[in-house]
T-cell receptor, first 113, second 118 residues
Framework: GQSLEQPSEVTAVEGAIVQINCTYQ??????LSWYQQHDGGAPTFLSY????GLEETGRFSSFLSRSDSYGYLLLQELQMKDSASYFC??????????????FGPGTRLSVLP | GAVVSQHPSRVICKSGTSVKIECRSL??????MFWYRQFPKQSLMLMAT?????????EQGVEKDKFLINHASLTLSTLTVTSAHPEDSSFYIC??????????????FGSGTQLSVL
């Protein structure tokens, strides 16, 4: 089976840095993605890691350690608009064909003024 | 980026009726689309993978006869909730990958459909 774990809630103030961790257990693994979802909206893609290391995209960075089955999303210079739910997602092979995308439980980030 | 359009955004229906939700890839062709269900403040639960021209692949515990999926073209997948009941009330959301994307790991989501069954 597949399972992912994330903290349920994180609170930080504007301008701060926050790290959202994700651990996973899967029978196969292609990569780890991160998505942002505002209340009532659709998830939007933030980043993807297939190999170990850090990927940086503007204020957002994502890290992956395949050996530890662990990754994190780092958000810098927090803004009020960053208040949202953040999901990690594992992509893995499905049976003998195709690909699966399984999402973590989500972390609700609240940015305070 | 790629655009996935989902309709309707909200539907209210009586118990026992069927509801069809459409998911279209507007500027790319999607051989595969994914259907998720999301309860308030919870994660996205994969229901099924829609495959163009062939049968959908359902996740364990998802009733195939309850949630009918049709992927008749490279730009359209539909989810029909048959004989809907109040427990089917949820947020349903589709997604697809754009084959033009380098990694193929980026999912583009529709805006979702909030289904309320009375």
């Amino acid at each position: 089976g597949q399972s992912l774990e994330q903290p349920s809630e994180v609170t930080a103030v504007e301008g701060a840095i926050v790290q959202i961790n994700c651990t996973y257990q899967t029978s196969g693994f292609y990569g780890l993605s991160w998505y942002q979802q505002h209340d009532g909206g659709a998830p939007t893609f933030l980043s993807y890691n297939a190999l170990d290391g850090l990927e940086e995209t503007g204020r957002f960075s994502s890290f992956l350690s395949r050996s530890d089955s662990y990754g994190y999303l780092l958000l810098q210079e927090l803004q009020m608009k960053d208040s949202a739910s953040y999901f990690c997602a594992v992509s893995s092979p499905r049976d003998n064909y195709g690909q699966n995308f399984v999402f973590g439980p989500g972390t609700r980030l609240s940015v305070l003024p | 980026g790629a655009v996935v359009s989902q309709h309707p955004s909200r539907v209210i229906c009586k118990s026992g009726t069927s509801v069809k939700i459409e998911c279209r890839s507007l500027d790319f062709q999607a051989t595969t689309m994914f259907w998720y269900r999301q309860f308030p403040k919870q994660s996205l639960m994969l229901m099924a993978t829609s495959n163009e021209g062939s049968k959908a692949t359902y996740e364990q515990g998802v009733e195939k006869d309850k949630f009918l999926i049709n992927h008749a073209s490279l730009t359209l997948s539909t989810l029909t909730v048959t004989s809907a009941h109040p427990e089917d009330s949820s947020f349903y959301i589709c997604s697809a990958r754009d084959p033009r994307e380098e990694t193929g790991e980026k999912l583009f989501f529709g805006s979702g459909t909030q289904l309320s069954v009375l």
